[in-house]
């Protein structure tokens, strides 16, 4: 019973993301609208939208569209990016003193050494899955990764060479990874691998 509730709760999670985004986008497209006609306004500094009404209203903008690819990708690089832009939008368009701007330039450095010292390398990666005895060099010709090989290996033939390397157990769901890929066994038959997952890093 409880899982039937789970996945049901899961599918409303999803449908309400997705209509929140959609509702997002939609009010996104008008305010952009609304905000092309009436840029001849500009020169007027008593009449929206004026210089810093304009700054203002295209970075409100870009952080609701970094908002809805939060809602629907659910990605730790969409969550920097709404937050790198919410603090440049409050150093450039808010300038209260220089110590807050002091912060705002401090928090962005942060961000950008989370990014690169603590972001795990597979956190973002594409995974496609292959015949154990797909071809690496097919592999790497579909997917546009670099699979080291030799002649006329096989997925199969690298994953297992790592396994015995690393004394790894070989079973559904045991992993190899390499520098920018990884492969990961997806399905077994009759105690022998028949599909291999390759995960490709996006970073």
């Keep these: 019973m409880k899982k039937y509730f789970d996945a049901s709760l899961q599918k409303v ?45 295209c970075f409100n903008l870009i952080i ?12 730790p690089s969409t969550v920097f990016e709404v937050l790198l832009f919410a603090i440049a939008r409050q150093i450039i368009i808010d300038h209260s003193n220089p110590v807050s701007s ?17 972001f795990i390398e597979f956190d973002e990666s594409d995974t496609f899955i292959f015949r154990a005895s797909s071809k690496v060099r097919h592999v790497n010709k579909i997917i546009h990764v670099h ?3 030799e002649d006329e290996q096989t997925l199969l033939d690298i994953i297992t060479a790592r396994f015995e390397t690393d004394g790894t157990e070989i079973g559904v769901g045991a992993c190899a990874y390499y520098d920018n890929f990884g492969l990961r066994v ?18």
């Design 13 to 57: 999670t999803i449908f309400l993301e997705i209509f929140i985004s959609l509702m997002m986008a939609v009010g996104i497209i008008l305010m952009a609208i609304r905000l092309a006609l009436t840029l001849t306004n500009i020169p007027d500094l008593e009449v929206y939208p004026n210089y810093d009404d304009l700054l203002e209203t």
């Design 64 to 75: 609701g569209v970094e908002l809805i690819r939060m809602l629907y990708q659910h990605k």
């Design 102 to 118: 002091l912060i705002g330039v401090v928090s962005i450095a942060l961000l950008f050494a989370t990014r690169k010292f603590l």
């Design 147 to 149: 699979i080291p090989y």
């Design 186 to 203: 997806a399905k077994m038959n009759n105690g022998g691998i028949s599909r291999i997952e390759v995960i490709r890093s996006k970073a």
